[in-house]
């Protein structure tokens, strides 16, 4: 079974892109969602009924105030583009996507709408996350397409086949933090947990018939970084193109040849 690409690749590994703004808390969010609907249903019209969700507050360890809050989700007609909202968090999501440039056009006029209803958002941190699905070619494993400082495999003198492994590099750099996890498993492709509950529906490459003894693999990158300042959609495009440009780099550089020669990577990056 083919696929329909993401992206401008012709054989593109892109499964999903998640732009995410975090807030002061917004007791208040609840009242004005009857109005967001409103104003949100013309690109919009989809809307999921609120979910709980838990906020763990150190770093995902549980804690005695940890708490709940609604998760509210918009999503286009085709439900491939929506957005994510909750009394601390703003988040635009997409599973069709050509290029970053129309990507970001539309997460920002869908925050702008939200800033219109939603005043006076103070910005505490802003990310944006790219999660690409590998499936070999024949005779290849996930490995042969990422470098070996990322690969999850060691040897052992032991009779075995390799059934699933993860791996997560944490950077720090001058501003922020860029997380690339990479995992590996056998059969058909799932978003990370933290995705999977998500109401989007799921890209072409995850529907794919994948024997159930192929190792297929998952590459998150993950770019963020702490923010101090009044919400403002000049600003949240600076800093997204800041971390798109450092998404670019990481994809270009923990990619082999292999992985490039199986999704037609020109020699500019074109996610």
């Not at 909750?86 to 988040?91: G, I, N, P, V």
């Not at 297929?216 to 495009?237: C, H, N, Q, V, W």
């Not at 450092?246 to 020669?261: G, L, M, P, Q, Y």
């Amino acid at each position: 079974m083919g696929y329909t690409p993401l992206g401008q690749l012709p054989n593109a590994p892109l499964a999903y892109v998640l732009g995410v703004i975090d807030f002061d808390p917004r007791p208040d969010t609840e009242k004005h969602i009857a109005a967001l609907r409103e104003s949100l249903l013309a690109d919009y019209p989809r809307y999921q009924l609120p979910s709980e969700v838990r906020i763990e507050l150190e770093g995902g360890i549980p804690n005695s105030q940890n708490r709940s809050t609604l998760r509210h989700e918009f999503s286009s007609a085709d439900n491939r583009l929506g957005i994510i909202l909750t009394d601390r968090k703003l988040a635009f999501h997409a599973t069709a996507y050509t290029k970053y440039e129309a990507f970001i056009e539309r997460l920002t006029n869908s925050f702008m709408l939200i800033s219109d209803e939603l005043k006076h958002l103070f910005m505490r941190r802003i990310g944006l996350r790219y999660i690409d699905a590998i499936i070999p070619d024949e005779e290849k494993s996930p490995d042969d397409y990422v470098t070996p400082g990322l690969r999850n495999a060691p040897k052992l003198s032991l009779e075995y086949s390799m059934n699933a492994g993860v791996s997560i590099s944490e950077f720090r750099l001058e501003r922020g933090t860029f997380v690339i996890r990479y995992a590996t498993g056998p059969g058909r492709i799932r978003l990370p947990p933290d995705l999977d509950s998500l109401s989007l529906a799921k890209p072409s490459i995850l529907q794919r018939n994948i024997d159930d003894h192929q190792r297929t693999g998952i590459l998150d990158f993950d770019r963020f970084m702490s923010l101090e300042e009044p919400f403002d959609l000049a600003s949240i495009k600076r800093y997204m193109d800041l971390l798109h440009n450092d998404h670019s780099v990481a994809f270009r550089e923990i990619t082999t040849a292999t992985a490039k020669n199986a999704w037609s990577l020109p020699t500019k990056d074109s996610i």
